[in-house]
């Protein structure tokens, strides 16, 4: 009796051992550091990487299959004409300051959005708002001025999480937030560190710590993680550097899909881009499995629309134009296009400097001669972007459904289709998800049918950490990166 | 002697507020905006506006210039339009890894270069000399960043002796902090030395040719005491000359070798803010760069002074 007392007791206390002696802090690699640490002043992904989920919390968030779900809103109930959505608030949650989170918060955070002096990145998803109410502190009613059938993955986004008035002028530098981690240090050029929250309302994190190290050389960040002076490297970069870790005993790589598009982008605006048979015959010129094996050693998926497998209601439609150049050709000649010269504008990522020479030998297959300008970002945004001084480009749209893009009156790369439009006004009008989901499916034909980009490849999110970190994703729907469930496993 | 610091004074002055202008300027035509950056493709107008008074882009370029200038005379360089923090707050910090790893490539290259270039000028002709300058001939045509990539898979990666990026910085005791610079200083350091040793052997070769060394010879001096006392002292301005010129060479190194061996320098910070167009930044820092080269010319120009006295009183 008193034996088996004792083995059991021995037994609690290797068992209460046991998660002491497992590590709890972890270094993330990653590429860029961020300009500011607040989301709802800035539009870079590393923000995001950083805050989502981590450190700042909305009233819903994206998980990681790419689905909607409570955050500190605990329910919602939309009204019958889908204007007005009531929110249940979570009670008993803290700002890291101590400031309590209630209605007050909300309508702050959504109010200030939307005011003349909005600086967020992101204010056309909260344009459709109305007013924000507070009946009680525990309720929050947004009213819209129409109905928005995707106003919840909206309000989803980093861009829009809560704020409380007494931080959120020094969130940049000193981030304060309702998340299960808090703000810690941030070594400028360097690193930011974040640490467990104590007092979090929820689930409690795992980790105590989790320090974000700032890598941008390709060569240095793969050093790094076979030395393991980083344990994790959840976006690593460099696709051809990826077969020295699969050799490595002690690493594990995790190759997933994210949200974001990489296409040809070409000007609809320019002749001869403004007829639909041109850009088909681009379309049929460009192997992408080729594409693909050439800019990510064959990590990511290629893709027939604008939208990316990880995007719900995503359908398959890389068969709309396969790679034949002998079509491209007659497409040509039918539009009465002789020795098309394109030029090309590549800004800095690989997948559009590398992407841009591989693109470049499959045209001149075709017949077309294409003239290749690399182009620093700044300036790619400024002539390209804002001035739409251009024929063709490569880059990637990370943003996670972002078919509104095509229905907009100005956009650089200058599409106008009425029927698009009209669709695209029906989808935001839909009621019920399935309708949603259907809507979804013919935009995406719609796109793939006009083919006014080039629709490329789904950008690989390729992740490579230590074996024994568990809990990351290998999938990124949203830019995010989200360390709430990482552990060592002992 | 005086005169001859104080005309120097002067340039150096009004070289570096000539450098200011043309930097301000350039920051201007360069195109791209920082808050259309900030922002992003999805960004509305009149958020990029509300954006652009925020950041005081909306005032005139004449007004902007005024504001920078007069601050940064008295050390206020403004704010940081990513970071949102005083620069000066940003400089500290990296100063602490950027100078120790300046000063440490430049004497890794002159001790490295004076002793292979002595060595070299003393066995002239030999097959020494051959085998030394071969080396320094190689020394000279490999990138600074291909060997620093080098030194990364050897050192840090196989032999594990020194970490492969990073700083973890100078709390933990000196030699931590020093650990994570040898690699860097090496790779910047040697190929300067390779150019500096070959310029060092011409110079101690052409003073051994001299009438005064065969003096010191007749004298009774021994070989060696000759070369050491006579022969290098006098080889030295040209070799100060290159070292002067050097030093702007390793400015512009250490924003290549910070960023492959990823160290939170100067030069990382130069790289970044170009990117992000944070043109307060840039301007500031490139400005301060321009300073230190230019002081560096300085007293490069001092140095000549005492190592010939007749410069200084010619006022050449």
């Known amino acids: 009796m008193n034996l088996t007392k004792w083995a059991l007791a021995s037994c609690f206390i290797v068992a209460s051992l046991a998660p002491a002696m497992a590590k709890d802090t972890i270094t993330v690699g ?18 995001r990487y950083i805050t989502y989920g981590n450190l700042f919390e909305g009233l819903v968030r994206v998980v990681e299959d790419g689905t909607v779900k409570p955050l ?35 309508k702050f955070s959504y109010e200030r959005a939307i005011s003349a002096d909005s600086t967020n990145a992101q204010k056309g998803l909260f344009e459709p708002i109305e007013k924000t109410e507070c009946p009680d502190p525990a309720t929050a009613v947004v009213t819209l001025k129409r109905p928005a059938s995707n106003f919840l993955f909206n309000m989803a986004w980093g861009d829009a999480v809560m704020i409380a008035p007494s931080s959120a002028a020094d969130n940049k530098t000193k981030p304060v937030g309702t998340g299960p981690f808090k703000f810690k240090e941030w070594a400028k050029g360097d690193k930011v560190v974040l640490e467990k929250n104590a007092e979090y309302w929820g689930d409690p994190a795992k980790l105590s710590e989790v320090t974000f190290k700032f890598i941008s050389d390709p060569s240095a960040a793969a050093a790094a993680v076979l030395a393991g002076n980083v344990d994790a490297f959840p976006m690593f970069q460099a696709a051809e550097l990826v077969s020295q870790f699969e050799s490595d005993p002690n690493l594990q790589v ?17 002749k001869p881009f403004d007829d639909v048979r041109v850009r088909q015959a681009i379309a049929h010129a460009i192997d992408r499995k080729t594409l693909v094996e050439g800019t990510y050693s064959g990590f990511g998926s290629t893709i027939g629309s604008h939208y990316s497998p990880v995007e719900p209601g995503y359908i398959d439609l890389n068969e709309t134009y396969p790679y034949d150049p002998a079509k491209a050709q007659q497409l040509l000649q039918e539009a009465g296009v002789e020795g098309l010269e394109m030029t090309i504008m590549l800004p800095p990522p690989a997948y559009a400097r590398r992407g841009g020479e591989i ?29 739409s001084d251009f024929d063709a480009t490569i880059i990637a749209h990370a943003e996670a459904r972002d ?5 907009r009156d100005k956009y650089y790369f200058n599409y106008q289709n009425p029927e698009y439009k009209a669709l695209y006004k029906s989808f935001t009008l839909a009621s019920t998800e399935a309708v949603q989901l259907d809507l979804v499916g013919q935009l995406q034909r719609k796109l793939a049918a006009d083919e006014p980009n080039v629709f490329l490849y789904a950008l690989p999110k390729i992740g490579v950490w230590n074996k024994k970190v568990k809990g990351l994703w290998t999938n990124m729907p949203v830019p995010a990166d989200d360390q709430t469930q990482t552990y060592w496993e002992n | 002697m005086i005169s001859f610091v104080g005309g120097r004074l002067v340039s150096l002055i009004l070289t570096t507020l000539v450098a200011s202008v043309i930097v301000f300027l350039l920051m201007q035509v360069l195109p791209g905006d920082p808050a259309v950056l900030m922002l992003g493709l999805n960004a509305d107008a009149d ?3 509300a954006l652009h008074r925020q950041l005081g882009l909306d005032q005139p370029i004449w007004i902007r210039y005024l504001h920078w200038i007069g601050g940064f005379v008295v050390g206020d360089f403004g704010t940081s339009l990513t970071y949102s923090v005083p620069i000066r707050e940003l400089l500290g910090p990296r100063i602490l890894v950027t100078l120790p790893l300046a000063l440490l490539s430049m004497a890794i290259s002159v001790v490295v270069a004076i002793a292979i270039g002595v060595y070299a000028a003393a066995n002239r002709g030999k097959a020494a000399d051959t085998i030394v300058m071969g080396v320094a001939q190689v020394g000279v045509a490999v990138p600074n960043f291909w060997l620093a990539l080098l030194f990364i898979l050897l050192f840090a990666l196989k032999l594990a002796w020194f970490p492969a990026s990073g700083f973890s910085g100078w709390q933990d005791g000196i030699w931590i902090g020093l650990r994570s610079l040898i690699l860097p200083a090496l790779a910047l350091g040697l190929p300067l030395a390779a150019i500096l040793g070959r310029v060092t052997r011409s110079a101690v070769i052409e003073t051994l040719g001299e009438d005064f060394i065969r003096t010191a010879r007749a004298k009774g001096l021994t070989r060696a005491g000759a070369l050491w006392k006579h022969a290098v002292p006098n080889a030295l301005i040209p070799v100060v000359t290159i070292i002067g010129l050097q030093f702007s060479f390793l400015l512009a190194g250490t924003i290549i070798i910070e960023n492959v061996f990823n160290l939170p320098g100067i030069g990382r ?43 200084s009183r010619g006022g050449h």
């Open chain 1, 30 to 47: 990653q590429v860029l550091e961020p300009p500011g640490l607040d989301p709802t002043a800035g539009a870079a992904a590393p923000i």
């Open chain 1, 72 to 106: 500190l809103a605990e329910s919602w109930t939309v009204s019958d004409d889908q204007k007005t959505y009531s929110f249940k608030l979570r009670q008993g949650v803290k700002f890291h300051d101590g400031t309590p989170f209630d209605c007050s918060v909300v």
């Open chain 1, 254 to 270: 995790e190759v997933g899909s994210t949200s974001g598009k990489v296409v040809l982008a070409l000007n609809n605006a320019r």
């Open chain 1, 359 to 387: 693109i470049a030998a499959m045209l001149s297959e075709a017949g077309i001669k294409v003239n290749l300008v690399p182009i620093e970002f700044a300036q790619w945004l400024d002539q390209v972007f804002k001035n």
């Open chain 1, 403 to 407: 078919l509104d893009i095509y229905a």
């Open chain 2, 47 to 49: 958020a990029i506006a």
């Open chain 2, 269 to 311: 910070l130069v790289f970044q803010a170009i990117a992000q167009r944070d043109l307060v930044t840039v301007q500031t820092l490139v400005t301060l760069l321009a300073a230190s080269v230019i002081t560096i010319n300085f007293l490069v120009d001092l140095v000549y002074g005492y190592l010939d006295p007749r410069l």
